[in-house]
């Protein structure tokens, strides 16, 4: 059973963009979602955004308008595709499969990425 994998993260100044990976081989055949959380260390985790199995998409409002979220299954990956960046959405990025049917319990084994870090200067 393999973990999720982000990459992408960077740093970047301020208006910049960014796009981050997710890859999570059988995440789509085990019918699987996936969401994008963020977290400054001190802070409580933010959930950022989410893709569905059938791609139906949700933003947290302080991301709304400026990051979009997309899948390619046959790569297995979602994409966070930051644009417009803010000094406060400095974090680490963290993916998380998530079940979509009450029988998608593979879902939640090593259902966390170790995280993508992301600094946005202004």
């Known amino acids: 059973q393999v973990q999720p994998v982000e990459s992408g993260g960077g740093s970047v100044q301020a208006g910049g963009s960014l796009r981050l990976s997710c890859t999570a081989p059988?995440?789509?055949?085990?019918?699987?979602?996936m969401d994008w959380y963020r977290q400054v260390v001190g802070k409580q985790r933010e959930w950022v955004s989410s893709?569905?199995?059938?791609?139906?998409?949700n933003y947290a409002d302080s991301v709304k308008g400026r990051f979009t979220i997309s899948q390619d299954k046959g790569k297995e990956t979602v994409y966070l595709q930051m644009d417009n960046l803010k000094a406060e959405d400095t974090a680490m990025y963290s993916c998380?499969?998530?079940?979509?049917?009450?029988?998608?319990?593979?879902?939640?084994?090593?259902?966390w990425g170790q995280g993508t870090q992301v600094n946005v200067s202004s």
């Open positions: 998380k499969k998530v079940p979509q049917v009450s029988t998608s319990w593979w879902c939640l084994i090593n259902s």
């Open positions: 059988g995440f789509t055949r085990n019918r699987c979602g």
């Open positions: 893709i569905s199995t059938d791609g139906g998409t």
